[in-house]
């Protein structure tokens, strides 16, 4: 499965993601100034009337998020992140993790995004115009993000990657694991698809041989876990969670299976 960030804005993952994220980095707030990094960011903003109109993802996520009437507050947050970039009402922009960290950060933040993409990085780049303690970098974010987590200690660190590639998941296990063996500081959140139960198990397995710092799993599943073609549902993997989390994560990932889920949707979040 291929997972390109412009065709799927906006879809329930976008949701669960985004919406985990504006709380990790709210509750990193409160330790003082934050350093967000993201190995995978994408290109910042999306117009859902672009390739997002191809695949009417949008359609059953953030279109639907925006018409429901009873939001629990942190879903109610991105909500109001998602009206503030369309003000006429309608649902036609919809910001990735790096504009929705951007406008939160605070004078003393930094937001660092990395996109191998040239192209994408140009988008990314012009997306973060505006917002002075952000940047984006064109390059391999696996690698670079460790230089940069090495020079901010407790880092918020994001990976997202497309799963284009078939090491994306041993990479992504390992770029966790190093970053926070070397600074217990940091915060590590990993974004998963969840097609088949081995795949997922196999990721979290090698994220257990990694490391071996507190790791909490939030899944949102959408439909049974029986067709390994399809983005049946979400996870993400959060090393070295914060106090609160749990509940966190059970609210947003609940609201998402129960709202936007097929009969027999579910969430769980449990600790590895």
Not at 118 to 147: C, M, Q, T
């Amino acid at each position: 499965m291929n997972y390109r960030h412009s065709f799927h804005a906006g879809n329930f993952a976008d949701l669960v993601k985004h919406a985990l994220v504006l709380w990790l980095l709210k509750t990193r707030h409160a330790a003082g100034p934050v350093m967000v990094l993201d190995t995978h960011a994408g290109a910042g903003l999306y117009d859902l009337t672009g390739d997002a109109a191809r695949s009417r993802e949008a359609e059953a996520g953030v279109a639907r998020l925006m018409a429901a009437e009873a939001r629990p507050p942190l879903i109610e947050a991105l909500a109001s992140e998602v009206a503030a970039l369309n003000p006429d009402s309608q649902v036609r922009f919809y910001p990735g993790s790096p504009v929705l960290i951007a406008r939160a950060l605070r004078a003393d933040d930094h937001y660092v995004g990395f996109e191998l993409r040239e192209e994408v990085a140009g988008l990314l780049r012009e997306s973060l115009r505006d917002f002075p303690g952000a940047r984006g970098e064109i390059g391999d974010g696996y690698d670079l993000v460790r230089a940069e987590a090495r020079q901010a200690r407790g880092a918020l660190v994001l990976i997202d990657p497309p799963f284009e590639r078939p090491d994306d998941y041993l990479r992504a296990a390992e770029t966790a694991g190093a970053i926070v063996n070397a600074d217990p500081d940091a915060i590590v959140a990993v974004w998963t698809p969840l097609k088949d139960l081995e795949t997922f198990d196999g990721f979290l397995r090698r994220l257990a041989a990694a490391t071996t710092a507190p790791t909490l799993i939030a899944e949102a599943r959408l439909r049974p876990l029986t067709d390994p073609m399809k983005m049946n549902g979400c996870a993400m993997v959060i090393v070295n969670p914060p106090a609160g989390t749990d509940a966190a994560a059970t609210e947003i990932c609940g609201w998402v299976a129960d709202t936007l889920g097929d009969a027999g949707a579910r969430a769980e979040v449990w600790r590895a």
